[in-house]
C-alpha cells in the first residue's frame, strides 16, 4: 500500500485535494496528514476515518524530514514562501529513500506578476512548456522564485513537480476552509470604501482556476506518481511529467479585473452588502490603506513590504498564464466559470460571518 504524507490537507486548497483522492482511492492508500492542532486533527478525523493525523507545521523540521522519509509520495499544498526550510526538510527527507520518492509542490502564478498600474490589459501569455526556460530561471526576488529554485535542485534525488494556481475560486469540500482565501482579502476594501474598485481603470487580465479543477491536477501527478513509486521503476525523463522542467500552471478562464468586479458587486448588492454599483477607480496605496482599515478607523500607512501592500499590488496585476503542460497529459478544467460560483459563495461566506 502506496504511503502519502500530506501537508497542508486541511486548507481551501488541501481539503479539495484530499477529498479528490479519498473519492478516487478508498481505503486504498496508506494517508498521513500533518496538521497544527489537535481540533484541526479532530474535524479531519470525523471526515475521513481512514487518515492518520501528525500534530505540527511547516517548522517542525525534523517532523517532516522524518515523515517525508517514510513516505513514497509527500503533497505539499500549505504556504509555500518563507517556508524553504520546511521545504528542505521535506526533500531531505524523500532524498534519504531507497526508492526515489515523489514530491507535489504548490506554488503561485505570482511568479508573473507584472507592474500594478491595471491601465492596460496584458498581451504576455505565460505558457508552462514554451515559456519553461524563463519560469525556471526567474530572478530570486520574483515572488515564490526561491522556493521553487529549491524544489528543481533536488529533481536529483525526488521526482518533484510543482504546481502553480492563478486566481482560485469555488467552494472547497474542506471542512476548514470551504471559501477562497481571496474573498475576505477583497471584501475589506470594498466595505472600507463602500464601493467597488478597481486600481486605475481596472484593464488588467487575470486567470482563475476553480479549487476542485485545481485538485484534480493533483490527482493527475498521484496517479502517475502511484504505480511508479510502487515499482520503484524510474520516471522517463523524456515525459518531463516530474524534473527540473515539471512545472505546471493551473488556469481556466480570464477576466479583466474591472468585469469581475462588476460581476462581485451586483452579487454584493444582491445580498444587501452594497446600496451603488460604483466602481471607484483607485491605486495601489488607497487599496492598501483601505485595507488597513478596521472599524472604520484608518491604521497606520501599511509599510512597503507589508501583507496588505502584496494584497493590492495582486489586484492591478496582468496574470495570464496556460496550462499546457497538464492539458497534453489529459486535464481539462470542467467548472462553468467565476460567475457561476459567486453567489454561492457570498452566500456561504456572510454566514459564516454571521454565525461567528
Known amino acids: 500500500m502506496a504511503k502519502i504524507f500530506f501537508v497542508g490537507a486541511t486548507g481551501h486548497i488541501g481539503g479539495a485535494v484530499l477529498d479528490l483522492i479519498s473519492s478516487s482511492y478508498p481505503n ?14 479532530d474535524q479531519l478525523a470525523a471526515q475521513y476515518q481512514y487518515i492518520v493525523s501528525v500534530i505540527g507545521n511547516l517548522d517542525s523540521l525534523e517532523l517532516l524530514e522524518a515523515e517525508s522519509r517514510d513516505a513514497d509520495i509527500v503533497i505539499n499544498a500549505g504556504p509555500d514562501v ?28 505570482a511568479l508573473i506578476w507584472d507592474t500594478p ?29 526561491a522556493e521553487d529554485k529549491v524544489v528543481f535542485e533536488a529533481s536529483s534525488e525526488v521526482n518533484v513537480a510543482i504546481i502553480s494556481p492563478c486566481a482560485v475560486y469555488g467552494l472547497s469540500p474542506s471542512r476548514v476552509h470551504p471559501l477562497p482565501l481571496s474573498l475576505p482579502l477583497i471584501l475589506k476594501p470594498i466595505r472600507a470604501l463602500s464601493s467597488g474598485f478597481s486600481i486605475s481603470s481596472g484593464q488588467n487580465i487575470q486567470s482563475y482556476i476553480h479549487v476542485v479543477d485545481l485538485a484534480r491536477m493533483y490527482l493527475l501527478l498521484l496517479s502517475n506518481a502511484l504505480p511508479q513509486s510502487q515499482a520503484g521503476a524510474d520516471t522517463d525523463p523524456e515525459t518531463q511529467i516530474w524534473g527540473p522542467e515539471a512545472y505546471y500552471f493551473a488556469e481556466q478562464e480570464e477576466l479583466p479585473f474591472r468585469e469581475f468586479m ?8 444582491k445580498h444587501g452588502q452594497l446600496t451603488r454599483s460604483e466602481i471607484k477607480e483607485i491605486n495601489v496605496s488607497a487599496v492598501a490603506e483601505a485595507m488597513g482599515v478596521a472599524n472604520g478607523v484608518p491604521e497606520p500607512e501599511p509599510e512597503p513590504d507589508s501583507w496588505a501592500l502584496h494584497v493590492a499590488i495582486m489586484f492591478g496585476t496582468n496574470m495570464r498564464v496556460r496550462s499546457s503542460r497538464a492539458r497534453a497529459l489529459g486535464w481539462k478544467p470542467l467548472d462553468s466559470g467565476v460567475a457561476q460560483t459567486l453567489d454561492e459563495v457570498l452566500r456561504r461566506y456572510l454566514e459564516a460571518e454571521k454565525s461567528g
Open 28 to 41: 486504498t492508500l496508506s494517508v498521513k496528514v500533518l496538521i497544527r492542532d489537535q481540533q484541526k486533527a
Open 82 to 109: 518563507t517556508h524553504n526550510a520546511g521545504i528542505r526538510a521535506i526533500l531531505k527527507g524523500l532524498g534519504g529513500r531507497i526508492k526515489k520518492g515523489y514530491y507535489i509542490h504548490t506554488s503561485g502564478a
Open 262 to 269: 462588476e460581476l462581485l458587486v451586483l452579487v454584493l448588492q
Open 117 to 145: 498600474d491595471g491601465s492596460k490589459p496584458g498581451t504576455r501569455i505565460w505558457d508552462d512548456v514554451a515559456d519553461i526556460e524563463t519560469l525556471t530561471s526567474m530572478p530570486e526576488e520574483a515572488y515564490h522564485r
